[in-house]
């Protein structure tokens, strides 16, 4: 296992309005793996993400990508530092077609002729219904395709980090193995992921590290197959709801 470190954050606090939501937060996430950030609902999971992009600057402490601080970088300029987001809304344009969102998300590309065609059959490969529905409007996608579409776009051109939220959220459970086992197809192709989940299963398939958060800090950090393999630590750091998941 890799010591480097893609990410890095110490110390880092969130204010939103008159709410502190991020006490301190330290998390590393190693280079070229799959780190799941995990924790009841309101634990700052998603602040986490969304300070990390800019979007809700950190109040305090320092955010490390590559070695560069991207603390008070503007949202447009961490992107453009090879970092995606993909928000648990998706963020996809409804009334776009597929080909249409896949387009305006590969920045570099005026036109479809402007994409790498073997990144584009990747894409398809990981998710058929891209393919498919290639002309649809992304808004007539089932929930499913629409997270494909959303994970997509993301990946359309090589990223230093995806950031990931919920991807597995309301999704039928044979969706749900697709996304796992593109998720898998990613991390062979040695992107760094930090991804949220609240499907404990969803998580021990996928996780190399874990990061468990609560009340806007980390509480527990290390091996996802060892929090898997221990239903005591799961019990006292997640509560039963999580680890009921099918």
Known sequence: MTDKNLLTLEGVH???GAYHILHGMDLKVPVNQLTMLLGRNGAGKTTTLRTIMGLWPASQGRIMLDGQD???LSTPVIARSGVAYVPESMGIFSDLTVRENIL???????????VDTRRLEWIFDLFPAMKKFWLHP??????GQKQMLAVS???????????IDE????????IIQNMIEAFRALKQAQTTILLVEQNFNFAKQLGDT?????????????????LA??????????GLSLGAHP
């Open 229 to 238: 393999e221990d239903a005591e630590l799961q019990a006292r750091l997640l």
């Open 70 to 72: 991207i603390t008070a």
């Open 210 to 226: 874990v990061a468990v958060m609560d009340d806007g800090r980390v509480v527990h950090s290390g091996s996802m197959a060892e």
């Open 138 to 143: 992304a808004g007539k996608l089932s929930g």
């Open 104 to 114: 305006l998300a590969a920045r570099s590309a005026r036109t479809l002729d402007d």
């Open 14 to 16: 969130t204010h939103i």
């Open 167 to 174: 991807p597995s959220k309301g999704l039928a459970p044979a």
């Open 153 to 163: 776009r993301a990946i359309v051109e090589p990223r230093k980090l995806l950031l």
